[in-house]
């Protein structure tokens, strides 16, 4: 138990009163028996949290995408087969299942993960897009021009300047786009997907007797669409 006198303070921030021992304030005994752990209450408390967040703040709750794709108002239950998301994330998502990217994902949890690159910075986006082809790929970049949603394109997240990450749509090419064409041996070349990890290229080309030429000490997992935007190098480049 806390010492009393850490609980006088905590008491007296919360506007509870001073605690008096065994015959204290009652309001003061109901907040701290609140704070027990209750087994399995964590999970749900982290499912539920943005849906309580929805019941405080009425003018600003998130919006819910059903399993049907279905946009509209949610109100503080958890719904069984939907992501609660913004509204303006989900007109984002609106606009590009229409133009035909259906791999989209504006989840807290997601765009969470995809706020970060190896560097310091963190921006959250709206959207996370991951084209199946490059057809998805342009259409993105289609959306985003029309909407005037800024998008940034990501690789690997190997950056320690920030590149890849950025607000609006980020567009992960290294899910899908990673096919490497027949290489040309006698003029050196070879016509691959952004996404293509750099190691997966060099054992394409070491048949040949080929390299690439740049060798980032995150060869085992940047991509070549990443290197190229960030005119990554190497100690051999």
Partial sequence: ????????????????????????????RR???????????AS??????????????????????????????????????????????AEVLA???????????ASTRRCAEYSTDASLYRVIPTVVAFPRHTDEL?????VSRDTGVPLTARGAGTSIAG?????GIVMDCSRHLRRIDPIDPDSASVVV????ILDDLQRAASIHGLRFGPDPSTHSRCTIGGMIGNNACGSRA
Avoid: F, M, W
């Fill in 44 to 89: 749900a408390c982290r499912r539920t949290q943005v849906h309580r967040l929805a019941a405080r703040c009425p003018a600003s709750r998130p919006y819910a995408i059903d399993s049907a794709q279905k946009v509209g108002p949610i109100n503080a239950r958890l719904l069984p087969h939907g992501v609660a998301v913004s509204a303006a994330a």
């Fill in 163 to 167: 590149n890849a990450v950025g607000a």
């Fill in 1 to 28: 138990a806390d010492p009393p006198d850490q609980i006088d303070v905590r008491a007296q921030r919360r506007g509870e009163g001073r605690y008096d021992g065994p015959g204290g304030d009652r309001t003061l």
């Fill in 138 to 142: 342009h259409a993105i970049i289609e």
């Fill in 95 to 105: 606009c590009l299942r229409r133009a035909g990217v259906h791999d989209v994902d």
């Fill in 193 to 196: 997907q952004p996404g293509v």
């Fill in 31 to 41: 907040a701290q028996r609140r704070q027990r752990t209750v087994p399995g209450a």
